[in-house]
């Protein structure tokens, strides 16, 4: 099994819906998840970090279930803009997840 | 510097040959990691470095891959006898303080590597 594994992509979706994606982790002892966006042919930014009780930054919202190890990340109201791909990482593996690509369509 | 610097932007070389690639991290961040991407696959870990000594290194793919940073800033990622398979881009990211769970990564640009 791999360390970080995210749902596959791609997702299409219109403007102003709602989606959500998983990223799976194998160490249970891991202590710090964060999301990353990359655009075509530029570096990861770092989206947000996931923190144990759930946080909301404007449309995004990042949570935590340890209990079956995985992490999430629901986009509200997509916007053109949102089009990227996002990468979960285990920051005390420091292992990324491949990136779930998402396309938003007018 | 303001940001994560990483020279050249873009190296083009022929199959065998040697090449470095530069990192130079945010100030004060002690963190370095040296990650590759190629098209359509996230960034895959190399190895990590915290203040000069190599923390992780489980990523190196195999000997023709070494990393130094001795002084605790600055990095270069050495690669020996290139071949093909070896084209991808190469991210380096710094971190204040790693396992922090309020400090990711900040990557620079990255290397796009071509070996022909």
């Known amino acids: 099994r791999k360390e970080v594994e995210q749902d596959p992509g791609p997702f299409n979706v219109p403007e102003g819906a709602t989606v959500a994606f998983n990223c799976t982790y194998s160490?249970?002892?891991?202590?710090?998840f964060f999301w990353y966006r990359q655009d075509c042919r530029k570096e990861p930014k770092l989206l947000m970090s996931v923190y144990s009780s759930g946080n909301e930054d404007g449309r995004f919202t990042a949570q935590l279930n340890r209990a079956s190890q995985y992490i999430s990340l629901l986009i509200r109201d997509s916007k053109l803009s949102d089009s990227a791909t996002y990468l979960c990482?285990?920051?005390?593996?420091?292992?990324f997840g491949a990136g779930t690509r998402l396309t938003v369509k007018p | 510097g303001a940001g994560v610097s990483q020279t050249p932007s873009n190296k083009v070389t022929e199959k065998g040959k040697y090449v470095e690639l530069r990192c130079d991290p945010i100030?004060?961040?002690?963190?370095l990691y040296w990650y590759r991407q190629s098209l359509g696959q996230g960034p895959e870990f190399l190895i990590y470095f915290q203040g000069t000594g190599a923390a992780d290194d489980s990523g190196l793919p195999n000997d023709r891959f070494f990393a130094v940073r001795p002084e605790g800033s600055v990095s270069t990622l050495k690669i020996q006898r290139t071949e093909r398979g070896d084209s991808a881009v190469y991210l380096c990211a710094s971190s204040l303080n790693p396992g922090s769970r309020n400090y990711g990564y900040t990557f620079g640009s990255g290397t796009r590597l071509t070996v022909v």
């Open positions: 100030s004060g961040h002690t963190a």
């Open positions: 990482v285990v920051n005390s593996d420091m292992r």
């Open positions: 160490n249970s002892a891991s202590q710090s």
